[in-house]
């Protein structure tokens, strides 16, 4: 089956089906996070198309209340939804403020822009999102995030992701 309904033909897509089974993200080989509503008949709806940061998703993942959904990117960065907080169309087009087309802003890897000033950023851009975490590669490396992965179980909210080179990092998300 076909899970994106734009113009954008992904040569790769990873999906996550939320633990109550109620909802797929799709990621790939753009900024583009989709969602899906899936109906007990097995149908999928697109409900909302996010921008992740500046580069293609290479990982998604649900918290095990299938109320936060993480986004790994190539550029280094993970953003992190409440999907309570994202609003939902019918048409799944671009529910959340930020624009496809006119994205979030370049940040070179030579950049002398803090990670701070670049998080602020990203998140002035999208008031939906609740956090985006930056890599801890040097900025001469490219610090892709690879992998990222909730706590599966409900007695704790950890987050954890990898990153290109050597360094796996663990988030606290209760705050």
């Known amino acids: 089956f076909v899970l994106c ?4 033909l992904f040569q790769r897509i990873i999906a996550s089906v939320s633990p109550d089974g109620r909802k797929l993200c799709a990621v790939g080989d753009s900024n583009q996070v989709f969602i899906y509503d899936i109906s007990s008949s097995g149908f999928y709806q697109r ?3 996010l921008n ?18 993480a986004v ?8 992190v939804w409440d999907m309570r907080y994202i609003s939902t169309s019918p048409t ?5 403020p930020s624009s496809p ?3 979030f802003p370049s940040f ?3 950049s002398q822009s803090s990670p701070t000033a670049i998080v602020s950023s990203f998140l002035s851009r999208d008031p939906t999102k609740l956090a985006v975490i ?13 992998s990222v992965k909730f706590s599966p179980s409900s007695s704790i909210d950890l987050l954890i992701f990898t990153e290109h080179v050597s360094y796996l990092n663990l988030i606290d998300t209760r705050t």
């Open 92 to 96: 799944g087009i671009n529910s959340a």
């Open 52 to 69: 992740a940061t500046n580069d293609a998703g290479f990982s998604c993942s649900w918290n095990h209340s299938s109320e936060k959904l």
């Open 5 to 8: 309904h734009s113009y954008d």
């Open 134 to 146: 930056p890599s801890t590669q040097h900025p001469q490396v490219k610090g892709a995030i690879r």
């Open 47 to 49: 409900i909302a198309t």
């Open 108 to 110: 070179p890897a030579n």
């Open 72 to 79: 790994a990117s190539q550029d280094g960065f993970v953003s």
């Open 101 to 103: 087309s006119r994205g």
